[in-house]
């Protein structure tokens, strides 16, 4: 059964930072891609950042210039380096990870890690 745990999330004043990790238990393959969502109460999931497998990144808007996707250092991991957070970064926040193969895709989702800004 493969799982993604994500850790690092808590409580931070703005302009501070967190970084975010996330690791994956029990694949026996490497995801096509990683990503970083965000769900704020009451609406739809939104995609943050996302690194590739070719090593391209994409960011949303929101955060680009304050938010980083890099490889955690070992297969299937991820981190979401995040500076300059404003009280709009609160949410909590989900590690993707998804696998292509031919015309499907399956997604794999961690739980989830709050991430609260506030003075």
């Known amino acids: 059964q493969v799982q993604l745990v994500e850790s690092g999330g808590g409580l931070v004043q703005p302009g501070g930072s967190l970084r975010l990790e996330c690791v994956t238990d029990?694949?026996?393959?490497?995801?096509?891609?990683m990503a970083w969502y965000r769900e704020f109460p009451a609406k739809s999931r939104e995609r943050v950042a996302i690194?590739?497998?070719?090593?391209?990144?994409d960011y949303a808007d929101s955060v680009r210039g304050r938010f980083t996707i890099v490889s955690g250092g070992h297969l299937n991991t991820v981190d979401l380096q995040m500076d300059n957070l404003q009280t709009d970064d609160s949410a909590t926040y989900f590690c993707?990870?998804?696998?292509?193969?031919?015309?499907?895709?399956?997604?794999?989702w961690g739980q989830g890690t709050q991430v609260t800004v506030a003075s």
């Open positions: 690194l590739y497998n070719t090593g391209n990144t």
């Open positions: 993707n990870g998804q696998l292509e193969y031919g015309f499907d895709k399956r997604d794999f």
């Open positions: 029990g694949a026996t393959f490497t995801f096509t891609s």
